[in-house]
């Protein structure tokens, strides 16, 4: 079953061609089943390019997903035209009476800012709280996932004295977790971080469960099933070029930045990036979405009022 998403929204062609199924708002209607309804929290600079990449990994599953894009209410993006945000985005505050079965809150480029110090952190508190009463399962990630581990649980992110940067290898710490369903014993994920959360901090609270880790990089993906989240710190999401994008962004404007590990074939940025995390991608975000499925209620109004445990 396809993803349903606006026609003239830019992530409808690049689906398409990429022969991932997608539908219209007319076509969706004539199907008489009751879609799943994810909303993605789009806290990224390049909004597009960021609505492409989970787009993509929620719309390749057998479900049909309704996908509602949101902003934040006062805050205003100056990379991404206006009249694209004004067309296909919602402010929080036009849908926080809305219940939903998913809700991605993607990272963003202020990890550097401690969090009270983001422009719109009350609002996002405001939400991270709404998650609870209005949404069957949350997934933060990067910068978003560090935030509402902050807001639920007090756990602080800590500054990196050097960027973590390129693909890691991680290792499936809880095989028999239905969001692992179908992983090998380890896997690559893109990182680009100049925070880290400490498994010390996690294994401090009980509620916390680590799903994925890496010697290197440290804990990537948090079950925190008392608030129905999952947490990621990486970048699963990533098209085989987004690293390089940053790193060519940072050569031509004279940062210093070292070549992204284990990304280029032999270290050597003059070669095309190898794709090896995308199985994985689909894999983490069709489990998700398969246990949405088994677990949210049909009726969407009683959302909320369901057990607070995707497992009880």
């Known amino acids: ?90 402010t929080f505050q036009e849908v926080k009476d809305q219940k939903f079965d998913g809700l991605i809150i993607t990272g963003a480029p202020i990890e550097h800012l401690p969090f009270d110090e983001v422009t719109y952190w009350d609002e996002l508190r405001q939400i991270f709280d709404w998650t609870q009463t209005n949404v ?15 807001h639920f649980h007090g756990v602080e992110k800590q500054l990196l004295d050097a960027k973590y940067f390129g693909c890691y290898r991680h290792q499936n710490m809880d095989p028999a977790s239905p969001y692992l369903r179908g992983f090998s014993d380890d896997c690559v994920i893109p990182v680009s971080r100049w925070t880290e959360i400490l498994q010390a901090d996690i294994d401090a609270r009980p509620d916390l469960r680590t799903l994925l880790s890496s010697p290197e990089v440290g804990p990537c993906l948090i079950e925190d099933p008392k608030h129905r989240a999952l947490y990621i710190f ?40 190898l794709n090896r995390w995308r199985s994985h991608a689909h894999l983490l975000y069709g489990n998700w979405i398969s246990e949405i499925y088994q677990t949210t209620t049909f009726d969407i109004s009683k959302i909320g009022q369901e057990s607070t445990d995707l497992r009880a």
């Not at 998403?5 to 209607?29: K, Y």
């Not at 997934?139 to 509402?148: D, E, H, I, R």
């Not at 994008?245 to 050569?251: A, H, L, S, W």
């Not at 210093?256 to 070669?271: C, F, K, L, Q, W």
């Open 1 to 90: 079953m396809p993803i349903k998403i606006p026609s003239d929204l830019p992530a409808f062609d690049v689906l398409t061609n990429e022969g991932v199924m997608v539908m219209s708002p007319d076509q969706a209607a004539r199907q008489d089943i009751r879609p799943i309804k994810i909303a993605l929290l789009n806290l990224m600079p390049k909004k597009i390019q960021t609505e492409n990449q989970f787009a993509r990994l929620i719309g390749a599953t057998p479900l049909q997903i309704e996908l509602t894009l949101i902003r934040m209410s006062e805050h205003q993006t100056k990379n991404t035209a206006a009249a694209h945000m004004a067309e296909f985005y919602r």
């Open 136 to 150: 069957h399962s949350t997934f933060g990630v990067c910068w978003g996932g560090m935030a509402m581990i902050n």
């Open 234 to 273: 990486n970048h699963f999401e990533y098209d085989s070029d987004t690293l390089k994008q940053e790193y060519d962004r940072d050569v031509a404007g004279g940062s210093a930045i070292d070549v992204p590990v284990n990304y280029y074939p032999d270290d050597d940025p003059s070669r095309a990036p």
